[in-house]
């Protein structure tokens, strides 16, 4: 079985930086159709979220829906489930990783986003999406840790790395897991694994991985090794 594109962005999605990125996603996968999640959005203002979305996908060419899934009970609804299992680009936005993660853990739609994306669906996840599959996962009440879902397992994600408060990214340096890696993305930029494994990033700023105190810097157009 072969995964399809994994982006996990910094936070800034559907925006000038992330254009090229996205129109490659949907040329990988072969999207006329991308499906939006806006859960995290839930508590700011989703459906601004989701007409943003639409008129950034659509001027890619492309439709856009947004699922109306804002809660646990709808994310359990199975006709929505479904329509996911057949999606080929899945994009989980940006709001509150821990809303959203009550939202999906063992629901029935995180499985099938799980069976789209291990069957060739490009998945993108931004700023709390991002934060939420990777695990462990970056606490936002303070930058210590807590349980993600794991898609990406011993990865944590530390979105608007280039604008965070000093103390917070400290801070998560500081109570890293001695088993994983961290990894600080900027606004507009993604860390991307290519369904070959390969890790690399793509937008308009950098990342950067901390194991302990080691801290290495990646530009847009390279590749990410040490992430094998």
Known sequence: MTSGPLALVGGGEWRDGCRDLDTELLATSGAKE???VPAAAA???PDKVGLRAGEYFESLGVKCRVLPVLHR?????GRIAESVRRAKFVYLCD???LHLRSVLKD???WDAL???YHGGAALAASGAGATLVGDPMVDPRGGAY???LGLVPNLAVFPYHGTAADHMRERSIDLLPAAAKLVGIDEETALVRDPDGGWRVAGAGVVSLYEGRSTRQFASGTK????G
């Open 146 to 148: 807590t349980v993600g």
């Open 224 to 227: 990410v090794d040490v992430l």
């Open 107 to 109: 629901s029935a739609l």
């Open 114 to 116: 799980l069976a789209a």
């Open 95 to 97: 709001g509150s990783p």
């Open 43 to 45: 508590f700011e203002h």
């Open 73 to 77: 009970a709808e994310a359990d609804d």
């Open 34 to 36: 991308v499906v939006v």
